[in-house]
């Protein structure tokens, strides 16, 4: 009886996780679209295809719901990023522009668009910004690692975790400058530049 109960909870499991994964995804999407103001619990259950209860289930405030989401999405990121350079941890990266682009990408898409509006919030909302600082800074520490990690960077050096540092925080301004116009052109034009600095400064 014991292994039958087992058995019918695990597709329910399943489904539960199904549904947390749809509700994360467009609560970034409706945040990424609509801003702070726009997207509620309701907005973001109704583009999930789940009730509003389920959605409360699974996370009982706005703010829980949209913190998980920005983490969530990071961290799916995050894995595809390693899977994107697999031979990274073994000394310096073969093709550092690859990387230093893979990086910048991270700061132009729909995933910095979400964060972005999360710290626009944070401003002004008292219970949401702990979470967000606390938030931006477990996702900063694990950007600054995969950089880290995929550049090849020896931090124990004089000036290199500066330089990593530094080349994140200058792709978090081109992932703002970005947001109102296409900044493609100029943004290729500072990347070969940057990679070409890190080469230098990571040799």
């Given at each position: 009886?014991?292994?039958?109960?087992?058995?019918?909870?695990r597709?329910?499991?399943?489904?539960?996780r199904?549904?947390r994964?749809?509700l994360?995804?467009?609560?970034v999407?409706?945040?990424?679209e609509?801003g702070?103001?726009?997207?509620?619990v309701?907005?973001?259950?109704?583009?999930?295809?789940?009730?509003?209860?389920?959605a409360?289930?699974?996370?009982?405030?706005?703010?829980?719901?949209?913190?998980?989401?920005?983490?969530?999405?990071?961290?799916?990121?995050?894995t595809?990023?390693?899977?994107?350079?697999?031979?990274?941890?073994?000394?310096?990266?073969g093709?550092?522009?690859?990387?230093?682009?893979?990086?910048?990408?991270?700061?132009?898409?729909?995933?910095?668009?979400?964060?972005?509006?999360?710290?626009?919030?944070a401003c002004?909302?008292?219970?949401?910004?702990?979470?967000?600082?606390?938030l931006?800074?477990?996702?900063?520490?694990?950007?600054h690692?995969?950089?880290?990690?995929?550049?090849?960077?020896?931090?124990?050096?004089?000036?290199?975790?500066?330089?990593?540092?530094g080349?994140l925080?200058?792709?978090?301004?081109?992932?703002?400058?970005?947001?109102?116009?296409?900044?493609?052109?100029?943004?290729?034009?500072?990347?070969a530049?940057?990679?070409?600095l890190?080469d230098?400064?990571?040799?």
């Amino acid at each position: 009886m014991g292994a039958v109960t087992a058995a019918d909870r695990r597709p329910k499991q399943d489904r539960s996780r199904a549904t947390r994964q749809r509700l994360l995804q467009a609560a970034v999407a409706c945040l990424a679209e609509h801003g702070w103001a726009g997207s509620t619990v309701s907005v973001v259950a109704e583009r999930a295809g789940v009730s509003r209860g389920a959605a409360q289930h699974h996370f009982p405030t706005r703010e829980d719901l949209f913190t998980a989401a920005v983490e969530y999405v990071a961290e799916e990121r995050s894995t595809a990023l390693r899977a994107l350079f697999p031979q990274s941890g073994q000394g310096p990266a073969g093709d550092r522009r690859a990387v230093v682009t893979a990086l910048v990408d991270l700061y132009t898409g729909p995933l910095f668009r979400a964060a972005l509006h999360l710290w626009v919030a944070a401003c002004n909302e008292d219970q949401l910004r702990p979470r967000v600082t606390e938030l931006e800074a477990r996702v900063g520490r694990e950007n600054h690692r995969i950089a880290v990690e995929l550049l090849g960077a020896d931090e124990s050096r004089p000036g290199v975790r500066e330089s990593v540092q530094g080349f994140l925080d200058m792709a978090r301004g081109l992932g703002l400058a970005n947001l109102l116009t296409d900044d493609t052109a100029r943004r290729e034009r500072v990347v070969a530049q940057w990679a070409a600095l890190l080469d230098e400064a990571l040799r």
